[in-house]
């Protein structure tokens, strides 16, 4: 049974730090791996999805990278502000359905 | 504008009670989800539909049920039988390619009276 891990489970930086999240799955066949971020109270939305042939995604200060033969992703954030403050989860697409790691709750501070 | 509305936001049931939690979406996607998150936790699985009529269990499905008579809604009824419902519901949409990103509604937050 696919296992998601997210490391760290929090994580708190000063305002304009580049910072890394890292998710880890242990079954190697997946179709893709979503990145969302959840505010509180409210649904996903997604950042990036990453397709299982390709490497890395690129959106405005958002990176994220796949190494699906070790089973690893990151999330980077570059220059952080506060209103990344939020929840990045990551999720895994096997034959049909997502699993989904327990999360990293970020706080940017000013 | 196109996306998922889930509603109530907020929902309440008394012991022994049924309750059934809307989603609908007008994105024209095939495939619809219903996830529960618990705190601290990711989202759980607990129903899919790829298609009209069809629906298969997911991780967590005991204690709920489902039905999708049309493409636009696929409403979870939490029946007494789930021991635990108090959680967070979230129901999603994708166009049934694995390859394209699943679209989130707000969410629907069950509790027990």
């Known amino acids: 049974k696919q296992e998601v891990t997210q490391i760290p489970a929090a994580l708190s930086v000063p305002e304009g730090e580049n910072l890394v999240l890292n998710c880890s799955f242990t079954?190697?066949?997946?179709?893709?791996l979503q990145w969302f971020r959840q505010d509180p109270g409210k649904g996903l939305t997604s950042l990036l999805l990453?397709?299982?042939?390709?490497r890395e995604q690129t959106s405005g200060r958002l990176n994220a990278s796949l190494d699906k033969s070790s089973g690893r992703s990151t999330l980077y954030i570059a220059a952080s502000q506060p209103g990344d403050s939020a929840t990045y989860l990551c999720?895994?697409?096997?034959?049909?359905?997502?699993?989904f790691g327990k999360g990293t709750m970020l706080l940017v501070s000013p | 504008d196109g996306g998922i509305t889930q509603s109530p936001k907020y929902l309440f049931r008394k012991e022994g009670q049924n309750v059934t939690l809307s989603c609908e979406q007008n994105?024209?996607?095939?495939?619809m989800y219903w996830y529960r998150q618990d705190p601290g936790q990711g989202l759980r699985l607990i129903y899919y539909?790829?298609?009209?009529?069809?629906?298969q269990k997911g991780d967590i499905a005991e204690g709920y049920s489902v039905s999708r008579e049309k493409k636009e809604s696929f409403p979870l009824t939490v029946t007494s039988a789930q021991k635990n419902p108090t959680a967070f519901y979230l129901c999603?949409?994708?166009?049934?390619?694995?390859?394209?990103?699943?679209?989130f509604g707000d969410g629907t937050r069950l509790s027990i009276l």
């Open positions: 999720a895994v697409t096997g034959y049909s359905t997502l699993t």
């Open positions: 999603a949409s994708s166009i049934g390619n694995q390859n394209q990103p699943q679209h």
């Open positions: 994105l024209n996607h095939d495939a």
């Open positions: 079954d190697s066949a997946i179709y893709n």
């Open positions: 990453i397709q299982s042939s390709q």
């Open positions: 539909s790829q298609i009209v009529n069809d629906f």
